[in-house]
């Protein structure tokens, strides 16, 4: 059977995150849908998988997900139907034919986040969805020292949202890169894989330590706790953006 | 009487434009709105007066405006209150006290716009309220030969919107400068004073240039006709920002 690969950019505001739920729109289901009428009259279903299940809010510029289809239309006009399907805060950015066997999940070596926080008095309006709103003096020097200790491989239990049922929580992060420009401090994460809320709970934690909360070594204790409660807040979702998957 | 004078920074998708309207929303209407509570019992009406009357959709980063008050209370604390009242979409970015006699419209010596054109075969979620959606090949040299012939003191006639009662249509534009990035165009324009869809008109017509449908010299034509029909189309609203104006 056929297998296509999507690189997809979505403003996660007016959904409930990318998996299916009974709650709301979900991004998963508004590009299912989308796909629908191509699978009219062959038994099948659209069934689309995600390499990050991202949250409520968040957004995407480059996931990627495959999809098994039972028809031979040229990629382009899959491309070009789906994206007048679409509602324009999701966009098909890209369309390819893959290996039969690819899988945007498990087939994903990493993951790139970017996490945005405007730190000014005013939050402007065309950044109202997309940042972390912390109009508080946060020095991104001590959030550089403290993102050191993240790099390399640990167990993130400390770091992962409450909820989840998985058994290996140590993962690598090759990069934990903070950059500051006047009004903005901006925080680009990689790793081969995520826990849950992994990205948001990290930020939370080098903002503790920017605003000068915890020393930036306090961040060693909480990944040796083991814990949540050794790690700083939850950063809203608005910040974060999915950048690119790896494979 | 006190003159206060605002910076305002606005996503102007959802409003008619600056003015008010019987038709709907307007940014002056919502500021005025917002500081009517602090006119209350002084027997006086908040007036707006803005630098630049922008049209419906387009937005401001740095939009002026002064309004005559009688009361006392510290600007900071306007600020605060007004930006409490107003929607996410209108924001004070600044509010000082000014020379009583200060007037944003008629003091204004100069304003700078930027209009961004997205060039890609796709538009980006995230970019959809903020730009022209323009996935044609074009040529941002070509674009440079013409907007050359525009800086420079011209009768715009050619560039003014219909229904304008003006009697002088002779502008200074200090700078018509073109970036480009993969998949962006980004058209930064300084003057002594814009007439009515000024800038868009003149967009239109450089896109025109850079798609190859006119030679770059034709602008010079344009400029001559004094006629609308003369110049190119007028670029949608959603790409234009007010930058800042100058005093």
């Given at each position: 059977m056929r297998t296509l690969r999507l690189t997809l950019a979505y403003d996660?505001?007016?959904?409930?995150?990318?998996q299916r739920q009974a709650s709301g729109a979900s991004i998963q289901q508004v590009v299912e849908s989308a796909f629908r009428p191509l699978f009219a009259g062959t038994g099948s279903e659209p069934v689309l998988i995600g390499a990050g299940r991202t949250d409520a809010g968040v957004h995407a510029i480059g996931q990627v997900a495959s999809i098994r289809v039972p028809f031979d239309l040229p990629a382009t006009s899959v491309w070009r139907a789906l994206n007048i399907r679409l509602?324009?805060?999701?966009?098909?950015?890209d369309l390819t034919d893959a290996a039969p066997t690819f899988h945007a999940q498990y087939d994903a070596r990493g993951k790139s986040y970017r996490y945005q926080i405007a730190t000014g008095r005013v939050l402007l309006p065309f950044e109202r969805w997309f940042v972390w709103h912390m109009p508080r003096p946060c020095d991104p020097e001590l959030m550089r020292q403290a993102a050191?200790?993240?790099?390399?491989?640990?167990?993130f239990t400390s770091f992962e949202g409450r909820g989840s049922l998985l058994l290996d929580r140590v993962r690598t992060l090759t990069r934990v890169d903070i950059r500051a420009s006047p009004g903005t401090i901006t925080v680009h994460v990689d790793g081969d894989g995520f826990l849950r809320h992994m990205v948001r709970i990290l930020v939370g934690t080098l903002v503790d330590v920017g605003c000068g909360l915890?020393?930036?070594?306090?961040v060693l204790d909480a990944l040796a706790a083991?814990?949540?409660?050794?790690a700083g807040p939850t950063a809203p979702?608005?910040?974060?953006?999915?950048?690119q998957v790896r494979y």
């Open positions: 996660g505001t007016n959904y409930v995150g990318w509602p324009a805060d999701v966009r098909v950015v050191l200790h993240f790099t390399g491989t640990h167990d915890k020393p930036p070594e306090s083991r814990v949540r409660s050794a979702a608005a910040g974060l953006t999915l950048v």
